[in-house]
């Protein structure tokens, strides 16, 4: 796609999707380039504990437009998984489960996905049906409309802004 005079490859991932419904500014901060600070204590931790819990399961399998961090198989049926740090996130960590269940669709394959919390000791089941199918694919457009903006969305305050590894994009 143009851009400006460049040109941009660009495909909707499931950390978009993630972000998406956290905030829009983030979607098109990420999507431009600036990325959170990695350094933030609780993308660190997040990190440790995505390398650290459920050793015995194949991880971070990469897919086209981003990687789940588990899979396996259960019987006849494919399970794939993220891995959080807390349940804070269980709306848009549900939605990027979500998103990687329709790109597997696309691709002929059909699978279950789980939210591990393992922290909490929390597990959440989902499905791909069609309301949350229909749901994605509009998501999806949106952030197309949200990144080929020439401008961020502006700074809007919510309850996951004091803990945010881009609060200084927003607030400083």
């Known amino acids: 796609m143009e851009k400006e005079g460049m040109y941009m490859d660009f495909y909707v991932t499931g950390t978009l999707i993630w972000y998406y419904y956290i905030c829009k500014r983030q979607v098109w901060l990420l999507a431009h380039g600036m990325e959170a600070d990695q350094e ?11 390398e650290t819990s459920y050793e015995r399961e194949k991880k971070e399998i990469d897919i086209a437009t981003g990687k789940f961090d588990v899979m396996r198989r259960e019987g006849e049926n494919l399970v794939v998984g993220e891995i959080k740090k807390s ?3 269980v709306e848009s960590a549900g939605k990027q489960l979500l998103f990687y269940l329709y790109q597997l669709k696309t691709m002929g394959i059909e699978a279950k996905g789980e939210l591990l919390i393992p922290e909490e000791r929390k597990k959440f089941l989902f499905t791909l ?3 949350s199918e229909k749901e994605i694919k509009k998501a999806i457009k949106e952030i197309e409309k949200i990144v080929f903006s020439p401008l961020p969305p502006p700074a809007v305050k919510n309850k996951y802004c004091g803990r945010c590894a881009y609060a200084e994009f927003c607030w400083a």
């Open 87 to 89: 349940s804070r996130f």
């Open 40 to 50: 933030d204590e609780n993308i660190r931790i997040g990190r440790l504990i995505g």
């Open 129 to 131: 049906d069609e309301e």
